[in-house]
Structure formats: C-alpha cells, structure tokens
C-alpha cells in the first residue's frame, strides 16, 4: 500500500524566513502526490499536486513543493513564511487498488506550522 | 460558490447511540468522499460515492455506513457508537471519479462521544 510519513509534528519558523515541511513517500508505481493546510476549525484546503513533469510544482499562497525521487521525498516549501500560513499541513499520496482501480488519498500524520512574528 | 457543506458543525452522543452526518458537495460534483479525522492524527478514508453508489470502502466496521441521494447529498451514518469514534468527520467531493484534480473538503462535523 502506498503511504507518506510526515517525520516532524511542529515546525517552527519567524516571519520572513523561508520554511520547509517535509514529507516522504512509499509507493509502488509512479507517485501522485498532494499537499492540504488545515486550518483551526476548517476543512482541508488544497494547496498543489504533483502528477508528472516538472519537479518543482507552485501551488497556493506562494507555497510550492520539490519532488525528489531519489530521496522519495515531496517536501513543501515557502521562501518567506508569513504570520498568517500558522496552520497543520498535511502530505498526501493516491492509492489504487489494483483489482478494482479505485482511487483514494492516503494522508500523513501532518505537521502543525508555527509562524511567530 | 457554495463549498461543500456539511452539518451538524458540532455533536454530542453517548456510546450506543447512532450518527447520522450530512454533506452536500459543490454543486456539479457528482463524487463525494468520506475521512475519519482523529485528534492529532491524518485523515482515513471511509467511503467513496459516485453517481450513487459506493465505490470504494476503507478499513472500518460495519457499524459505519452510507449513502449518496439523487441529489449527489450524503449521509454517514454510525450505529452502536464507541468512544473511539469520537473525531471530525470530513466530506469531500470531486467532479470525477478516480481523477485526483483535487478532492475539495466540507469543513467537518466534530462529534464527541460520551
């Protein structure tokens, strides 16, 4: 089964600093990827995807991701973090079964963001 | 736009009772999607509907069942309810099934089992 581990739970990080969250992936196949914030009281928001092609993807907000297949990593990444992207990030990866070919996300334990001023 | 909403925002049970959660996705989405989110832990995949029927089932009990009206609404409903159940239950829908565009998420119903 494919999966994605989330190794931090906090990140900390000051205003106009660059930030980074990292996600690692394990699957069989090539990867489809995703990044979601969730912030307090609110659903998942949907930041970027990789699919294919270019191995740095934009997303969202300014936000945007690195996939690296030799390190079998997506992290996510911001060059200058704002007050304002405090928040629970979650890494996510699709998953098929095989015999049906049903699709579903597969999340990480997320990783909550501190941004101090 | 409407999101995708859902309601209750918030619940209270006690153990045995049973849930029923409602979700209506954007309007022209015809896929909605269940996760279980417990505290301090990713979202699990429940259920997927499409079209009105189930399409996919994650690694949960009987107790956990669901449905898709005409209409593309869901209901999620929980019988014989355990303090374990207690977490946001997020819905989401998507415009087509089996592509991951991006899943867009309602946000939640919390329910706290007593």
């Known amino acids: 089964a494919q999966s994605v581990a989330q190794p931090e739970d906090q990140v900390n990080v000051a205003e106009g600093n660059p930030l980074t969250v990292k996600c690692t992936y394990s699957v069989s196949g090539n990867p489809y990827l995703f990044w979601y914030v969730q912030y307090p009281n609110r659903g998942l928001q949907f930041l970027l995807k990789y699919i294919t092609g270019d191995n740095l993807v934009k997303g969202s907000y300014g936000f945007e991701a690195e996939f690296n297949k030799s390190q079998t990593s997506f992290h996510l990444k911001k060059p200058s973090a704002l007050v304002s992207d405090s928040a629970l990030y979650f890494c996510?990866?699709?998953?098929?079964?095989?015999?049906?070919?049903?699709?579903?996300?597969?999340f990480g334990t997320g990783t909550r963001l501190l941004v101090s001023p | 736009d409407a999101g995708v909403t859902q309601s209750p925002t918030h619940l209270i049970k006690t153990r045995g009772q049973h849930v029923t959660l409602r979700c209506s996705p954007i309007?022209?989405?015809?896929?909605v999607s269940w996760y279980q989110q417990v505290l301090g832990q990713g979202p699990q995949f429940i259920f997927q509907y499409y079209e009105k029927e189930e399409r996919g089932r994650g690694n949960f009990p009987d107790r956990f069942s669901a449905r898709q009206f005409p209409n593309y609404s869901s209901e999620l409903n929980v019988n014989a309810l355990l303090l374990g159940d207690s977490a946001l239950y997020l819905c989401?829908?998507?415009?087509?099934?089996?592509?991951?565009?991006?899943?867009?998420f309602g946000p939640g119903t919390r329910l706290t089992v007593l």
């Open positions: 996510a990866v699709r998953d098929i079964e095989v015999d049906t070919g049903f699709q579903k996300l597969v």
């Open positions: 989401a829908s998507s415009s087509i099934l089996g592509r991951y565009n991006e899943q867009f």
């Open positions: 309007s022209g989405h015809k896929s």
